[in-house]
């Protein structure tokens, strides 16, 4: 395993970025993975090519590798993160695209890292770029056809006053469109019924890192105490 570090004094835990690469041939037991981590102290994040294959990051299969660096990973209460995606392309035309880049973080909150792919085409690892904020998260706010101003009796006369029960389904070509037909009346209906809405399409989260940081404190340990009911946790 081969790894560049970087200490950053962040108050009030100091923070290390470290960039990993590790080769193919070599397996790595759970407990060098461990060492590693203890290495970067309570609060790191890593990157790169970790050559290892794991589901549960997104790759294909899983490889013995890829067991020991998740168990590494779980008992060193730590966490991963990707894009879920390929970031590795191979030439050879008889081996699958892949997922071997992927971040391992600690003692950072998950609400606030994104990751997503950069599909440049100078090598054979697509690379991944990890946004860490500490300012507002905005959330998309799913559209909805219906809201509580929906008025549906007026949804209901509309159905009632276009809906055509005489289509013919006899053939699959039919049954998608009768499909889609049914689908676009349901849609129309709604938007018929329901009045504009002038709300926003983001929700922003003013709370500040800091307590966001101890909110999920208080979830990890209401959660240890849920499962041991011991008085001390």
């Known amino acids: 395993m081969q790894a560049a570090t970087v200490r950053l004094d962040i108050r009030p835990c100091p923070l290390t970025i470290s960039a990993v690469y590790c080769p193919p041939r070599h397996i790595i037991p ?6 590693f981590f203890q290495s970067l102290g ?7 090519d970790w050559n290892v294959k794991h589901t549960a990051w997104g790759a294909i299969l899983i490889t013995p590798k890829g067991r020991n660096l998740l168990a590494a990973i779980s008992n060193y209460n730590s966490q991963h993160f990707s894009n879920g995606g390929p970031t590795y392309w191979p030439t050879d035309p008889n081996k ?10 600690r003692g950072l ?11 440049e085409l100078f090598s054979d690892h697509s690379p991944i770029i990890a946004s860490i904020g500490a300012g507002l998260t905005h959330t998309a706010i799913a559209p909805t056809l219906a809201t509580t101003h929906t008025n549906w009796d007026i949804f209901r006369a509309y159905i009632d006053e276009h809906i055509n029960l005489c289509l013919r389904i006899k053939e699959c070509e039919e049954l998608d469109e009768a499909t889609q037909y049914f689908t676009t009346l349901i849609q129309a209906a709604a938007w018929c019924s329901t009045p504009p809405s002038h709300a926003r399409t983001t929700s922003a989260n003013n709370t ?7 909110s999920a404190k208080k979830r990890h340990s209401r959660g240890r105490w849920q499962r041991s009911r011991n008085q001390g946790d």
């Open 42 to 48: 309570s609060r790191f994040l890593i990157g790169g």
């Open 30 to 35: 759970t407990d060098d993975y461990i060492t």
């Open 109 to 119: 909150p998950a609400t606030d890292i994104q990751v997503v792919p950069v599909f």
């Open 96 to 105: 699958l695209p892949d997922l071997l880049d992927f971040l391992v973080t």
């Open 208 to 214: 500040p890192l800091s307590i966001r940081e101890l």
